[in-house]
């Protein structure tokens, strides 16, 4: 009996044994499972981080070889543009310099032009030599007749006037038989300005490409391809930024000149530029006029106020118009147009050169003087200053 409760207790505990190391085997089987399992996670993460990185680097490098490919192909573009831009340009301002010697050196002029210069080449030649003209047909044809006769017959016996097929206006003239003339053609003459002012248009175009700001790239059109402003058109540029960014690309001494007429003292006597100069001049021939018929109206010596220029005939009649207009505004009015034809006239001749860039900049700050005009605001002003000259009556 006490035999089988002892096999029966050992078989107990041998039961309990398996089932303690069972369930340790399975624990541990568990937590080998669970670390492996984690580590499987942890490189499957890392992996998946790697790969996310790598992914998004290859992207950010696509994304940047496409935007320097697609730079590149936009400053190729830009370089293209301005290429193109100069080429026409060029062909325009050539085309403009034939078209206007072609008008300006024909029929009358061309005839007038011819004759004193061969008078003079007789007059200072060395020994006897014959000339040979080379023309265009049309004017050979026009000026064969009429030309000839205005010439002395020993002159006329030494000239041969020759159609020369490439010759479309203007003229060569040289000794017959040299093979060297004197080119007035209006290729030769577009030809010879161009190697002085192309250049100009290729400094331009180049320095294009360095300006990105719109008011700046303004200023340089303004001041190498001929801007004409408007009297009535709105203002393009106040006065104050288009001084700041002409610092930035004129040289000291141009911009000092451009800065001296910004207070527009017309009262200086010494200026740097002649077109500065007959400017004020006839500024204060307008200003003497007027003070001259407000005095009169005062009962007032004119002399006494009248300084420096003495005014001419259209000086007077401009100041009486604007002295007998029904309101100052219209005066002001006049007065501006007169300033502005002025100008019109002393830019005539003037396409490259700083002399161009300040009549703009003379012409920007009427602009700007009329932009602060104000109906509304000036009747407000008047309104104040008669509500307080009455508030002050008995």
């Known amino acids: ?45 890392n992996k998946a981080r790697q790969d996310a990185r790598a992914i998004t680097e290859e992207a950010e490098e696509e994304i940047r070889k496409k935007e320097s490919a ?25 085309s403009l310099i034939k078209k206007e010697y072609k008008k300006v050196l024909s029929g009358k002029t061309l005839e007038t032009v011819l004759v004193k210069i061969i008078e003079g080449w007789q007059k200072n030649k ?57 080119d007035f053609t209006d290729e030769g ?96 021939g307008v200003r003497n006029a007027l003070v001259r018929l407000r005095a009169v109206r005062l009962g007032l010596e004119p002399d006494e106020f009248v300084r420096g220029d003495i005014f001419d005939h259209s000086q007077t009649l401009l100041a009486e118009e604007a002295f007998n207009a029904n309101s100052p505004l219209m005066a002001e009015e006049i007065l501006n147009k007169a300033r502005w034809r002025y100008l019109d006239e002393l830019e005539f001749g003037h396409y490259f050169d700083i002399e161009r860039l300040v009549i703009f900049f003379i012409k920007l700050q009427i602009l700007e003087r009329i932009s602060l005009f104000d109906t509304e605001k000036g009747r407000d002003a008047l309104d104040a200053v008669v509500s307080k000259g009455a508030a002050g009556t008995d």
Not at 149 to 172: A, C, D, Q, Y
Not at 247 to 274: A, G, H, M, N, Q
């Open 126 to 182: 060395m020994g006897d030599s014959n000339l040979e003209l080379l023309l265009s047909e049309s004017d050979r044809n026009s000026l064969f007749e009429g030309f000839l006769s205005k010439l002395n017959e020993e002159i006329k016996t030494g000239i041969e006037l020759k159609v020369h097929p490439n010759i479309e206006g203007g003229f060569r003239i040289g000794i017959k038989g040299s093979h060297a003339y004197y």
């Open 70 to 94: 697609s730079k590149m192909a936009l400053e190729q573009a830009a370089r293209d543009i301005i290429l193109s831009v100069r080429t026409s340009l060029t062909e325009i301002f050539d």
């Open 189 to 284: 003459i577009a030809d010879a300005l161009a190697e002085y002012l192309n250049p100009r248009f290729y400094d331009f175009i180049d320095s294009l490409k360095k300006v990105q700001n719109s008011n700046e790239r303004t200023v340089l059109l303004c001041h190498y391809i001929i801007a004409k402003p408007f009297l009535n058109e709105e203002l393009p540029i106040k006065k104050n930024d288009f001084l700041v960014i002409c610092k930035k690309y004129l040289k000291e001494t141009d911009f000092k000149i451009l800065e001296s007429v910004s207070s527009f003292d017309v009262e200086r006597d010494e200026v740097p530029l002649d077109v500065i100069k007959r400017l004020f001049r006839w500024e204060r």
């Open 1 to 45: 009996m006490k035999s089988e409760e002892n096999s029966k207790t050992n078989l107990d505990d041998l039961i309990q044994k398996i089932k303690s190391e069972g369930i340790e085997e399975a624990e541990r089987k568990s937590e080998e499972i669970i670390k492996e399992t984690e580590l499987t996670a942890s490189k499957i993460l």
